[in-house]
């Protein structure tokens, strides 16, 4: 099983609140990733590590932003909600580029 | 540009059947192959597909990879409705440290 959390699972917030969620590997992985996936619909990057103090964009545009300030954590913040980041947030990491990837079990936001 | 291209996008069967999932891509430096299932929530991972020919299997569920041709095969055996699911198929960027996913088979397996 992947030792790999995200927190909230749930959350519903109002436009223009500020949040943070959370994502947690206990594996030692240097890559993270994040994924945003509306239902039924394909896995679009929008942020990615390749370890501590690296940070890059994804292919899909976001107007959130990640840190990754130790190995373990990379958190994603969205500094005022709208209801158009309504989606799946899902956090990943692996060890190697071409090898498993490990997903956390994802967190839903709705923006009202 | 890197891309990976899944078929059929959606599949509906009858328990007891077999199927066959597609996934052709386009990538530079090729290294690996990864099929994964998604339920409900998160992605699950099926196989890793490194060489051609070499078939991979797990229960039911089977993949081969071809190189030369460039695509890779997923399949299913004796469905069930618990394999309903998307399946995802996706390769390492050739010059960059992410996966390229495919936009996924999703398959119903009606009982």
């Known amino acids: 099983e992947a030792d790999i959390y995200q927190t909230p699972r749930y959350l519903v917030i109002g436009t223009g609140k500020k949040i943070t969620l959370e994502c947690s590997q206990t594996?030692?992985?240097?890559?993270m990733y994040w994924y945003q996936q509306d239902p039924g619909m394909e896995l679009h990057l929008i942020h990615y590590?390749?370890?501590?103090?690296?940070?890059e964009k994804g292919d899909l545009s976001s107007e959130s932003t990640v840190s990754r300030i130790r190995t373990e954590h990379f958190p994603l913040t969205l500094e005022s909600a709208r209801p158009s980041h309504t989606s799946q947030y899902l956090c990943a990491s692996s060890f190697s580029l071409t090898g498993e990837l490990f997903f956390g079990e994802g967190s839903r936001l709705t923006v009202l | 540009e890197d891309k990976v291209v899944q078929s059929p996008l959606s599949l509906v069967v009858h328990e007891g059947d077999t199927v066959t999932l597609n996934c052709s891509y386009e990538v530079t430096n090729f290294r690996s192959l990864l099929w994964y299932k998604q339920e409900k929530k998160a992605p699950t991972f099926l196989f890793m597909l490194?060489?051609?020919?070499i078939e991979k299997k797990s229960g039911r569920l089977s993949s081969i990879l071809d190189k030369k041709e460039l695509f890779s095969i997923l399949n299913i055996t004796a469905t069930q409705t618990g394999d309903s699911a998307i399946y995802l198929c996706?390769?390492?960027?050739?010059?960059?440290?992410?996966?390229?996913f495919g936009k996924g088979t999703k398959l119903t397996v009606n009982p």
């Open positions: 594996m030692g992985h240097d890559k």
């Open positions: 996706a390769v390492p960027g050739g010059g960059s440290e992410k996966l390229v």
């Open positions: 490194t060489s051609s020919g």
């Open positions: 590590s390749y370890g501590v103090n690296s940070t």
